[in-house]
Nanobody
Framework: VQLQASGGGLVQPGGSLRLSCAAS?????????MGWYRQAPGKQREVVAV???????NYGDSVKGRFTISRDDGKNTVHLQMANLKPEDTAIYYC?????????WGLGTQVTVSS
């Protein structure tokens, strides 16, 4: 099973990006939750957003009202729509999927917010 994250890049403050995380295999059907976390240089890892198998959501305080997580089970993909980006959102973003057996991690995608 592999998770492939994409959609990162360089964006100006106030801009938007959409991250996607595609999973090989059928782990979405057995997932308990999936989500995104980020890590910036010199900072602790921060959970950005999670979505459960029942489609309930939870967001980190720093991104509430700006980021939206969604899932497409038919395509085994979870998305993170990011709006009104700020320089402090600059980080490597990682997706993950939690099942009852193990947690799967994707390689990160870099998001840089700078003018």
């Amino acid at each position: 099973v592999q998770l492939q994250a994409s959609g990162g890049g360089l964006v100006q403050p106030g801009g938007s990006l959409r991250l996607s995380c595609a999973a090989s295999g059928s782990i979405f059907s057995i997932s308990l939750l999936m989500g995104w976390y980020r890590q910036a240089p010199g900072k602790q890892r921060e959970v950005v957003a999670v979505i459960t198998s029942g489609s309930t959501y939870n967001y980190g305080d720093s991104v509430k009202g700006r980021f939206t997580i969604s899932r497409d089970d038919g395509k085994n993909t979870v998305h993170l729509q990011m709006a009104n980006l700020k320089p402090e959102d600059t980080a490597i973003y990682y997706c993950y999927v939690l099942t009852s057996l193990k947690t799967y991690w994707g390689l990160g995608t870099q998001v840089t917010v700078s003018s």
